[in-house]
């Protein structure tokens, strides 16, 4: 009799639920499994938890976990941190290993002189000569006058900066990378230097007087006498001396019979930078040479929330151009880090903290913004797939500020989700308020987070991971594909759609990736039509005079030709490449017009089953268990509006589920 209570309690558990379409109502098969173990297995998939002895007490007096009792386990706190968690692994919401920061643009101190804030990565290659080279920490870049580190090497006033206020190098060294340079010991300055011997046993003569530098060993200036590397095979046939015109000084030294690879001329070292291109303001260091500006006091860093007054930093670093103000070329992209005349921003917003705290918390934030997309609509018992097409969003404090100030875009290469007035104004350091907008009309939901484009980097990873998440697909050749010969011409056919081996997956994955054709590679940048035409005139002359950079501005462009398809689309954007005029509206219609199409053909819903009942049951469907099932639970989900929690409680109140182990 308690047997058949059972049974009956399951299957009225089942028809209380909105109807199933057409397949059985629930499976009468014979269940000996206490009403225990089932609520047992109900609390640990809904909440995390066991039941209560209390609770225990409440079902089984009741005889069965009914609808009512489901719908209330899903209102618990504890059930939507359960599908928080489910959602945040469904979507590999995870950005850790896909951001690349090594350091580049973090501003540290160093512990002498002024002690600057200053960057000591790659761009002070472009910056000052030489990888790691921060600025001179013992001279003040607007009075560059006072202090004359190098008399000999230096004019007698030096510029401390340009025409429009750019700072200019105020003292200069020979880089270690094209010279070797020796210390003198017991030695003031370089002209008692003359006719003394170095620690590596050279005398130094007197027409090698520009070659000698001070340097800094600790705070104390000593001489050194620098020539090119001997032991550096790019530099060592540089033993041709050139003459000034007094005949006197050796201002030069070349290599005649340079080959490719080696350095043909070294010249001395001044405080005078090289023009790149001969275009004024387009600033470089000239080969051989560390030149550092000096230190200003200046606006603390955005993240120094807790101190007051100024702060030192080098001079290049303070700056808070938005423009190029020679060539008018942005500072606001990530190109303001080879260009002089730019800086770190106002507060020093391009640049980072060397504390990574501000770093990890903000890689936090985008790993739970998808998340939160998928629990507002679970909260609000919406059609769950607006998880893959609401531009609903949050933003806690660490992406208020990035979007609203526009920082780190060296290290965070994001487009703001709308006009940056409209990003809530949170603050900085409050990680734990999240705030609701409404992102701009090209936002997919979670398809177009920066987690979602930085976790799957290319169009073919993100099409590949729609595919696995939401179609329950994968991407594999037909069965008996047979590959082409390596000797196939077809081989060589640049259109992956068509090449012979190739078309059997990507003949889907290509046009499918088109959706994202308006969204960066490797970045979670939107590529706006007002900015990036279909079609952009500049780019395409500049790849018709082989200037495939075009000055690193064309960047998503079409700007080599390795087939004719390519030689008829210089200048296009890239993800037009290969399009057929079927495909195109992909790349307009974004994210959003893929899901409308999968939304027909069934293929969604019967995924959502498969991952709620490989959910609840820790397992995925058996062949049986989906001839039974499947189908009236997709169509039951349809019918819904596809409420998940609705889904949920149809696989909890299954014979199967029932029977869970």
């Not at 079902?59 to 945040?88: C, N, W």
């Not at 979670?446 to 998440?469: G, H």
């Not at 640049?494 to 003949?507: D, M, Q, V």
């Not at 079609?535 to 501005?553: I, M, P, W, Y």
Request: net charge neutral; with cysteine.
């Amino acid at each position: 009799m308690r047997m058949l209570t059972r049974i009956v309690s399951s299957c009225l558990a089942l028809l209380a639920l909105p109807s199933f379409a057409d397949g059985p109502a629930c499976d009468a098969s014979p269940s000996n499994l206490p009403i225990e173990r089932h609520v047992r297995q109900v609390y640990l998939d809904m909440l995390g938890r066991p039941p209560t002895m209390a609770e225990y007490k409440f079902y089984v007096a009741k005889g069965a976990i009914l609808p009512e009792d489901l719908k209330g386990l899903m209102e618990d706190e504890q059930f939507y941190s359960r599908m928080r968690t489910y959602h945040r692994a469904l979507l590999r919401s995870n950005i850790s290993n896909s951001i690349f920061i090594n350091g580049d643009m973090r501003l540290a101190s160093v512990p002498v002189g002024f002690q600057p804030l200053g960057i000591r990565g790659n761009p002070s290659t472009a910056l000052r000569g030489l990888n790691g080279a921060g600025c001179d920490p013992f001279i003040m870049q607007d009075d560059c006058n006072a202090t004359s580190e190098d008399p000999q090497l230096e004019p007698a006033t030096k510029r401390c900066r340009d025409s429009y206020g750019v700072p200019m190098p105020v003292s200069v060294d020979y880089s270690p990378d094209q010279y070797r340079c020796e210390a003198f010991t017991g030695v003031a300055n370089c002209n008692a230097a003359i006719g003394q011997t170095d620690a590596a046993g050279r005398t130094m003569p007197a027409k090698h007087l520009l070659f000698c530098d001070m340097r800094r060993v600790g705070v104390n200036l000593v001489p050194h006498y620098c020539l090119p590397n001997a032991g550096n095979p790019q530099t060592a046939g540089l033993t041709n001396e050139i003459f000034d015109g007094s005949n006197l000084n050796v201002v030069a030294f070349t290599n005649p019979t340079a080959t490719g690879g080696q350095v043909a001329r070294l010249d001395r070292c001044t405080l005078d930078l090289n023009l790149t291109g001969g275009i004024r303001g387009r600033y470089s260091v000239p080969r051989g040479c560390v030149q550092r500006e000096g230190v200003v006091m200046t606006d603390r860093p955005y993240w120094d929330t807790a101190g007051t007054g100024q702060v030192p930093m080098c001079a290049v670093e303070a700056q808070a151009r938005e423009t190029n103000p020679w060539t008018m070329e942005s500072c606001t992209t990530s190109r303001f880090t080879g260009d002089r005349s730019c800086g770190c921003g106002v507060k020093s917003n391009r640049c980072e903290s060397a504390n990574t705290a501000l770093h990890t918390a903000r890689i936090s934030a985008f790993n739970d913004e998808p998340v939160l997309i998928a629990d507002s609509v679970l909260r609000r018992d919406e059609a769950y797939f607006n998880i893959l097409t609401t531009r609903r969003s949050f933003v806690n404090g660490t992406l208020s500020q990035l979007y609203r100030q526009n920082q780190s875009p060296q290290s965070w290469l994001v487009t703001p989700p709308t006009t940056r007035d409209a990003i809530p104004d949170v603050a900085l350091n409050d990680t734990m308020t999240w705030v609701e907008y409404t992102r701009d009309d090209y936002a997919s939901g979670v398809l177009t987070t920066p987690s979602w484009l930085y976790r799957f980097p290319t169009q073919r990873s993100r099409v590949n991971q729609f595919y696995e998440v939401f179609l329950c697909k994968h991407f594999a050749p037909e069965a008996g594909a047979i590959a082409p010969a390596p000797e196939d011409s077809c081989n060589r056919e640049n259109n992956l759609a068509k090449r012979c081996g190739c078309s059997y997956c990507h003949a889907t994955v290509e046009p499918m990736g088109a959706h994202w054709g308006r969204f960066g590679e490797r970045n979670a940048q939107y590529l706006n039509p007002d900015r990036f035409p279909r079609l952009d005139a500049r780019c395409r002359d500049c790849a018709l005079a082989g200037d495939t950079t075009c000055n690193n501005e064309c960047g998503n462009y079409v700007m080599q030709a390795f087939d004719g398809d390519g030689a008829n689309s210089l200048g296009l954007l890239r993800t037009y490449l290969y399009r057929t005029p079927d495909e195109e509206p992909n790349i307009a219609g974004g994210p959003r017009l893929m899901v409308q199409r999968f939304l027909q053909t069934g293929e969604l819903e019967a995924c959502a089953v498969r991952n709620i009942w490989n959910h609840l049951l820790g397992r995925p469907m058996t062949s049986q268990e989906e001839s039974l099932y499947l189908t009236p639970l997709a169509q039951g989900f349809a019918n819904d509006g596809h409420n998940l929690k609705a889904l949920m409680q149809r696989v909890v109140a299954t014979e199967a589920y029932r029977r869970i182990d």
